[in-house]
């Protein structure tokens, strides 16, 4: 239950026959999505982890043997609600390179190093199950930054009977700091908190193994990045991407995700400028692809006619024809 995770398991595929046994199993917290990539050309295949409320983590394929999470201060220092990676070479260096896909920045939030967002994992009312409490910062009365819960008191009354005990009315709660609601009685009742510093989505480079962000372009951060395509969509043999997403289930004082109408990433080929990069930011009017609706999934299916097909929720799955350039 959120924010717990389960397991994750490397399923092995044994000629044919899927096993998975004590050594396949990994505790990654909350995973949304990973890639396999040889980040180091070292000839065998890594896997990088996407999660929310946490970390992109790395874990090394060590020989075959097992798969090792390493530790690395340029992806620890980057947490995010991360939904989705894809890896492609996008400056033909011969490392692959990554896109990871976070919140955005349409929101009110603005989490940082200094003014993260937090998660506190607490039984409120001592009923057996976590009411997940979600926090950020805002300027009190006296433009001082201040931690506050993120939800609005209805709909957290609704979660926890905790909270019409603590809070007669709105204006008593439209006041109240983290530290008002939680206090040391109750946080002793704490049983972790995670936290993120950004919400945006960007570029991970992978420079010969060394990492380094770069922010995606601002009109890619008008809503959540969910799933991705990277396929050299123009034939000049750049990687290009598709980006696609929203999101509809945020409680009412976030609102609905619903800006990306399918965005394509064209790959103008080397950085311009040393450790840029030069992606050109194409509208569904320029690109003839329009993805209305919360993205679930999307697949690439290559042929004679290529497809880009695309699930909805909630909604008929759309497919778009592309006409491969003959190299
Ligand atoms: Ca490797
Ligand atoms: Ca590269
Ligand atoms: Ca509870
Ligand atoms: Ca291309």
């Not at 399923?11 to 998975?20: M, R, S, W």
């Not at 995670?194 to 372009?217: Q, V």
Request: charged share 25%; glycine share 8%; no cysteine.
């Amino acid at each position: 239950m959120f924010p717990y995770a389960t397991h994750s398991w490397l399923i092995i595929n044994d000629k044919g026959k899927l096993t998975v046994n004590t050594s396949s199993k990994l505790d990654l917290s909350m995973v949304t999505d990973a890639v396999w990539t040889d980040y180091d050309n070292d000839g065998w295949p890594d896997l990088l982890v996407a999660r929310e409320w946490n970390s992109v983590v790395l874990l090394k394929n060590m020989n075959g043997k097992e798969l090792v999470p390493q530790l690395i201060p340029e992806l620890e220092n980057q947490r995010g609600i991360w939904y989705s990676i894809v890896a492609g070479d996008f400056n033909k260096d011969g490392y692959e390179d990554y896109i990871v896909g976070n919140l955005g920045e349409n929101n009110r939030f603005n989490a940082s190093d200094k003014y993260p967002m937090n998660l506190y994992a607490i039984d409120l009312d001592g009923d057996g199950t976590i009411d997940p409490l979600i926090t950020g910062y805002w300027n009190d009365q006296n433009g001082n930054m201040k931690e506050y819960p993120l939800n609005y008191l209805d709909e957290l009354v609704s979660q926890s009977s905790f909270f019409n005990k603590k809070f007669k009315d709105y204006a008593s709660f439209s006041v109240a700091t983290i530290n008002d609601l939680l206090d040391e009685n109750i946080l002793k009742k704490l049983q972790f908190k995670l936290d993120i510093n950004t919400t945006s989505s960007y570029i991970l480079w992978n420079e010969k193994g060394k990492f380094r962000w770069e922010k995606l372009p601002e009109s890619l951060q008008v809503s959540p990045i969910k799933k991705m395509i990277v396929h050299d969509f123009n034939g000049d043999g750049y990687p290009d991407v598709l980006v696609a997403g929203n999101d509809y289930t945020y409680d009412v004082s976030t609102g609905y995700y619903d800006a990306n109408k399918g965005i394509v990433l064209l790959n103008k080929g080397k950085n311009k400028k040393e450790g840029e990069s030069s992606f050109e930011v194409l509208s569904p009017a320029q690109s003839g692809i329009l993805l209305q609706g919360m993205v679930e999934s999307l697949l690439y299916f290559k042929g004679d006619t290529s497809l880009v097909v695309t699930g909805f929720n909630r909604a008929k799955v759309s497919v778009y024809g592309h006409a491969e350039k003959a190299k």
